[in-house]
């Protein structure tokens, strides 16, 4: 009998310490579905079942409501795994929106999902996602639309949580759903002039995030960046960003080195397909391995299993990556 309840005691000690995998996935984020060879060879590795897929954005302008960049199919596209629909909404589409307005956007935003999974012949399952950096001032128009989506679309329907909406939940409010997906990413912006990595700052986010375990909605994903990207400033102070560049294209003979992620031009030219004049600076942003590793240690300590979504499913961020915590 002693030693049965010792090996219970053993059983359980294992159990604790042992390192929890999380399953995970990617977004999928660009306006045409179509994967190449080692995009598919990455997917088919993930370890769930579903690719969370950007139909469409919505915006508001003249007072209208517009879908913008609806997902276009390439005839090759095929692969195993679930779609789940999402829909980025900016904040601004919310702002003095009016009751029959919102039925009315919830409509036509279902209408439109359901053409384009009937269009394409989309393997999906009864979920919506909606991405919007909803604030104080939109959070109840916000927060009736989800409830309105839901009851026409007779799906479940989660939502993005920004950092600064668990921070500041008691102003920005709590959304009716059941779930929700933690991004863990752009902690600052990229056009400040800061030292800090706009795509993650580890203390930022710890600081954003010290009460999440808190946070009423108890079924939490994490979604995690593997992007990186280019900020040129100019005579001005004035930035732009150019996609996926890493430290490996800031070697160049017309760029005097700064740091290790920041050059300055020497040379009037085009380079990454824009124009740039002498003078100019360039700091790249990446998200190391270490960093990811950091993350999931701090939010293992907060969240009850969580499964990760990596942003975003492309050749220029996947490769060579370690996806499995």
Not at 56 to 76: E, N, Y
Not at 146 to 156: D, G, T
Not at 297 to 325: A, C, H, M, P, W
Request: hydrophobic share 35%; charged share 25%; aromatic share 14%.
């Amino acid at each position: 009998m002693k030693t049965f309840k010792f090996l219970c005691i053993l059983l359980i000690i294992f159990s604790c310490s042992k390192k929890e995998n999380h399953p995970y996935t990617f977004y999928y984020w660009k306006t045409k579905l179509s994967l190449n060879t080692e995009e598919k060879q990455v997917l088919n590795k993930a370890t769930l079942p579903f690719l969370y897929t950007r139909f469409f954005d919505v915006d508001k302008s003249a007072g209208k409501f517009k879908p913008v960049g609806v997902i276009t199919k390439d005839q090759s596209f095929e692969f195993r795994q679930k779609i789940i629909p999402v829909v980025f909404i900016t904040n601004r589409t919310f702002l003095y929106i009016q009751d029959h307005e919102i039925s009315f956007l919830a409509n036509s935003i279902n209408k439109l999902i359901d053409k384009k999974i009937l269009d394409y012949s989309l393997n999906t399952v009864p979920e919506i996602q909606i991405d919007c950096d909803w604030t104080a001032g939109t959070r109840n128009d916000y927060f009736k639309f989800l409830k309105e989506l839901k009851k026409i679309s007779k799906k479940e329907i989660t939502c993005t949580l920004r950092l600064h909406q668990v921070k500041d939940k008691a102003q920005t409010g709590i959304p009716p759903v059941e779930k929700v997906y933690l991004m863990c990413y752009s902690t600052s912006s990229p056009l400040e002039n800061s030292n800090k990595n706009s795509i993650l700052d580890i203390n930022t986010l710890k600081s954003y995030l010290t009460n999440i375990n808190e946070y009423p909605v108890k079924k939490i994903e994490v979604a995690l960046p593997i992007y990186s990207w280019g900020i040129v400033t100019n005579y001005l102070g004035k930035h732009k960003l150019i996609n996926a560049l890493s430290e490996k294209d800031l070697e160049n003979k017309n760029f005097k080195k700064i740091s290790d992620y920041e050059v300055e031009i020497l040379k009037d030219g085009f380079y990454f397909g824009n124009y740039m004049n002498k003078g100019f600076r360039i700091k790249v942003e990446t998200v190391s391995q270490k960093q990811l590793t950091e993350v999931v240690s701090f939010l293992e300590k907060k969240i009850y299993r969580f499964n990760i979504i990596y942003y975003q499913l492309d050749r220029k961020f996947v490769t060579g990556q370690n996806f499995n915590f």
